[in-house]
């Protein structure tokens, strides 16, 4: 069986794509580097992996989050990383909090942040968009969210990208920038944590402080491992949402047309987005007992990637994968939020976000151009997007 290098240096990304495309032709899974893993690139296999926890467990991440090179990492403990039973009354616990009743009571908030994000990105024309615009929009409402002092935002945007990191660093100086991450975020966090048990006020820390899991409350530990998933997934995978959103409107600037004529196509168009480039390109579990899926014998105790970015181009579901087509056949079916127990808890916040920060732009502008042919991608292969996003921005 061949092994592919995911991590190779000089890998574009239309060369990954390419590669994709060579992992789906192979019936069964692939062997991958790094982490010698078995990889799913088709569809099936993929959501077959992702939705059967008993076999392939999300105690991965508690393998890959914490390599030799880092030490103890609290996001290696949250829900994230449980199967169920010990994943579910956690689950249900933060649930409400993102389901539609929450995110109605939201959606003015994102509203208004958009609007004044949009207003000043596009009075000042020439903009690095990321800093501007898609890193802050979610920036502040998950700090809302978690009556976060915006104060203390300056350093979350290395924190996130940072965090972004983890599965794939590989230099020394990644792995230290990761390191100082954990101790920083750690330190605030719990802070964060300490000062609410002493004043409660009207956000998310305080309201799971006083809630019960099987008439238990939560341990600060627990709380700062939901917390150290919560504040990067926050940021990061919706920064990156809208940042590939803003690179396909430049390549396509027919789509622009088409939402400035119909609001009604921003949806269609972000899940076509989400379909083509995934913000979280692939998830890890591993096997708990020797398993055999479509034909390739996978030993207990492997690790095993649902490799999302492919499932999401497979043309055993999608017709015309490589076609941004908004609005396709089956165009929700994507696994760019997961799929099973884990489905990603703010996916309607996510959606919602990225509905109304492009709503925001697009009605406020009649063409835009990136400044810089080059995309700067984001460093390692977890998290796809735009490190950065200088464009012009023309008035309408
Ligand atoms: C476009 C944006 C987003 C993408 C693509 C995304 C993607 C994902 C994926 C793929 C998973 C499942 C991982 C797995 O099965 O191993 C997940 C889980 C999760 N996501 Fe998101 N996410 C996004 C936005 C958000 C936001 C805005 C939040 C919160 C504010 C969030 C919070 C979470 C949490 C808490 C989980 C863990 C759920 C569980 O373990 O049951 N995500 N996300």
């Keep these: ?120 990105a596009v009075r000042q024309g020439e903009v690095e968009l990321v800093d501007a615009f898609t890193f802050v929009l979610p920036r502040n409402i998950i700090g809302a969210m978690l009556g976060l002092d915006p104060s203390t935002f300056s350093e979350f945007k290395r924190w996130s990208t940072n965090m972004g990191m983890l599965t794939s660093a590989t230099t020394e100086a990644q792995y230290e920038a990761v390191r100082s991450v954990v ?75 088409l939402m400035k004529a119909d609001k009604a196509h921003i949806p269609r168009f972000i899940e076509e987005v989400l379909r083509c480039e995934p913000p979280t390109q692939l998830s890890f579990r591993m096997a708990m007992q020797d398993v055999e899926l479509s034909g390739t014998k996978v030993p207990a105790g492997s690790l095993v990637l649902g490799l999302v970015a492919s499932a999401n181009r497979d043309e055993r579901v999608f017709e015309q994968p490589e076609c941004f087509l908004p609005g396709r056949d089956k165009g929700t079916q994507h696994l760019s939020f997961g799929y099973g127990v884990h489905f990603c808890l703010g996916a309607q916040l996510a959606r919602m976000e990225a509905r109304l920060g492009l709503e925001a732009l697009v009605s406020r502008i009649r063409g835009l151009r990136l400044c810089s042919p080059e995309v700067q991608w984001l460093p390692g292969f977890s998290i796809h997007g735009p490190a950065v996003l200088p464009v012009e921005l023309l008035p309408a």
Excluded at 6 to 14: E, I, K, Q, V
Excluded at 17 to 28: I, K, T
Excluded at 66 to 95: I, K, Q
Excluded at 206 to 228: I, N, P, R
């Design 1 to 120: 069986m061949q092994t592919y290098d995911l991590f190779a240096p000089a890998l574009t990304l239309a060369d990954r794509y390419a590669l994709f495309a060579q992992m789906r032709s192979e019936p069964g899974l692939c062997r991958v580097e790094p982490f010698g893993a078995y990889a799913a690139a088709r569809y099936e296999d993929a959501a077959a992996i992702l939705k059967d926890p008993r076999r392939f467990s999300s105690e991965a991440l508690a393998v890959t989050a914490e390599p030799a090179w880092l030490g103890p990492n609290p996001v290696a403990h949250s829900m994230l990383s449980m199967d169920p039973p010990r994943h579910t009354p956690l689950r249900a616990l933060v649930t409400r909090a993102f389901g539609p009743t929450g995110m109605a009571r939201l959606e003015a908030q994102v509203r208004q942040v958009s609007e004044e994000l949009a207003e000043a």
């Design 183 to 257: 101790r920083e975020m750690r330190d605030y966090l719990t802070e964060v944590i300490q000062a609410r048990r002493r004043r409660p006020g009207e956000d998310m820390v305080s309201d799971l402080l006083q809630a019960e899991v099987e008439g238990q409350k939560l341990t600060d530990e627990q709380l700062l491992s939901f917390l150290f998933l919560l504040l990067p997934a926050g940021m990061e995978t919706t920064t990156q949402v809208l940042g590939n959103a803003v690179l396909t409107l430049a390549q396509h600037p027919e789509q622009l047309e």
